[in-house]
């Protein structure tokens, strides 16, 4: 099952749009974390980023998957998912050794531009670069498919959405957040992030929002990106395909399977945005 790296390579690079939460995840994502960021956060980071506006981390959010379609990035396209060599649904689980060896995975890529981020001797341009990738993969992590080899993520698993024909990777990265939130822009992402802010400020996350960031040590920056894929990982076996891969083959995902995923595609987003929050304020308190 295993497979060929330079041919991951390959393909991530030359299909830009395989391997993401689409634009609506990783906005959304942003925009909570925004929410949640210390102002010593927001100000370091504007000033980083170049950018005094509330969208100062949404703006930057998905520049990773630009990059890794351009040359220079292509070496980044591993760096979007972690290829758990698991059998889902019977057994989900997620090995360092096993499942990330060779061109990095997302848990290298969080430990390295997390530590890159933290060097004051690189350019403030590669600490840019850094700080895009540290907001752009901590969505990813999140994406339960980012975190599963079966079918190169359901990339080709044929499924359809809506009457047009797509694969699970691209329900799970984009018509399930774009269905949810009602949209693709920028806008309509800061609405639903507001939603997500609330749920976790006074809502049903209220209670669990501690749990999400406990034992986050940004000194173990692998130790919690590998927490958090594993979280990911399991949600494969018990809401992605809980009951191996036929059903998904012969139903419209846009009704039963949609109402199912929904409440994990929610909780994915406010964790991961939580969770940026606090992984950028810990950076910027350790400079
Ligand atoms: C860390 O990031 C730099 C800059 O993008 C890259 O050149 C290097 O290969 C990365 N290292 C690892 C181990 O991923
Ligand atoms: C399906 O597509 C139609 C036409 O584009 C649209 O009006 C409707 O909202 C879509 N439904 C879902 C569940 O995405
Ligand atoms: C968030 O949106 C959902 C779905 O529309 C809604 O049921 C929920 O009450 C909203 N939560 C808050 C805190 O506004
Ligand atoms: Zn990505």
């Given at each position: 099952m295993a497979r060929i790296l330079p041919l991951i390579t390959l393909l991530a690079a030359s299909l830009p749009a395989v391997h993401a939460w689409g634009a609506m995840g990783h906005y959304a994502v942003a925009y909570v974390a925004t929410n949640f960021v210390s102002t010593t956060t927001k100000s370091y980071m504007q000033t980083l980023l170049a950018d005094t506006t509330t969208d100062y981390l949404a703006s930057v959010a998905t520049w990773a998957d630009s990059y890794r379609s351009t040359s220079a990035g292509a070496?980044?396209?591993?760096?979007?998912?972690i290829d758990a060599l698991d059998s889902p649904p019977s057994s989900c689980s997620v090995s360092l050794s096993r499942d990330?060896?060779?061109?990095?995975c997302v848990v290298s890529a969080i430990a390295n531009y997390t530590s890159r981020l933290q060097n004051?001797?690189?350019?403030a341009s590669e600490r840019q670069i850094a700080a895009k990738m540290v907001i752009h993969f901590l969505g990813d992590v999140g994406?339960?498919?980012?975190c599963e080899n079966l079918d190169e993520g359901g990339n080709t698993v044929d499924v359809t959405y809506n009457k047009s024909s797509t694969n699970l990777h691209a329900v799970w990265d984009t018509k399930i957040p774009e269905h949810i939130s009602g949209g693709s822009s920028k806008s309509v992402a800061k609405t639903w992030a507001a939603n997500l802010t609330a749920e976790i400020n006074s809502g049903s996350y209220h209670s669990l929002a501690s749990g999400w960031v406990s034992g986050m040590s940004i000194t173990n920056a692998q130790a919690s990106a590998l927490t958090w894929a594993s979280e990911s990982n399991a949600e494969v076996c018990t809401v992605v395909m809980p009951n191996g891969l036929s059903p998904l083959e012969t139903q419209?995902?846009?009704?039963a399977y949609t109402t199912s995923a929904t409440p994990t595609v929610r909780l994915q987003i406010a964790k991961q945005g939580y969770r940026l929050a606090k992984w950028l304020d810990a950076i910027v308190a350790s400079l």
């Open positions: 070496f980044s396209a591993p760096f979007h998912y990330c060896n060779g061109g990095g004051t001797a690189l350019s994406q339960p498919l980012h419209d995902l846009s009704g």
